[in-house]
């Protein structure tokens, strides 16, 4: 998947809060705040964080100390993003989400030995689908 678009909140000295956040993300800032509510009903954590090597402000939602979703602000959107071994491409694919989404996480390049599965958060109804791949990630040993 092609990025046009470039990373937000890279300012080591800024944190992230709701103001920003919703300055940034726009129209869909209400859906980030639907996806922080649907992560929370499942028992999981977030928590902002400036990374060095990446030079930008990441959301890490955890279970326990297991890492489930990786995110990052973009002009107008939230990307929400799952890393799965490459083996578990297939029964990915088989999960109640989207046609679309399937094809979006097959044509998406792999990352190292992990097959990234991103979902670009613009409005509440891809949420479904979030939460079939974040629950099944969830289950994993």
């Not at 909140?9 to 956040?21: A, K, V």
């Amino acid at each position: 998947m092609e990025q046009i678009n470039k990373i937000e909140l890279n300012d080591e000295n800024i944190y992230p809060d709701d103001t920003l956040l919703s300055k940034v993300l726009d129209k869909s800032f209400h859906s980030y705040l639907s996806l922080l509510k649907m992560i929370e009903e499942h028992g999981m954590t977030y928590e902002w964080k400036y990374y060095k090597d990446g030079k930008a402000w990441l959301c890490k939602v955890q279970k326990k100390s297991k890492t489930i979703i990786w995110m990052s602000a973009w002009k107008g959107y939230i990307k929400a993003t799952i890393y799965f071994p490459e083996r578990y491409l297939s029964t990915i694919i088989n999960l109640p989400i989207s046609e679309e989404m399937k094809q979006a996480i097959i044509n998406t390049k792999n990352v190292g030995k992990s097959k990234p599965c991103m979902f670009d958060i613009r409005e509440d109804s891809i949420l479904k689908d979030l939460e079939a791949v974040m629950m099944y990630k969830d289950s994993l040993k």
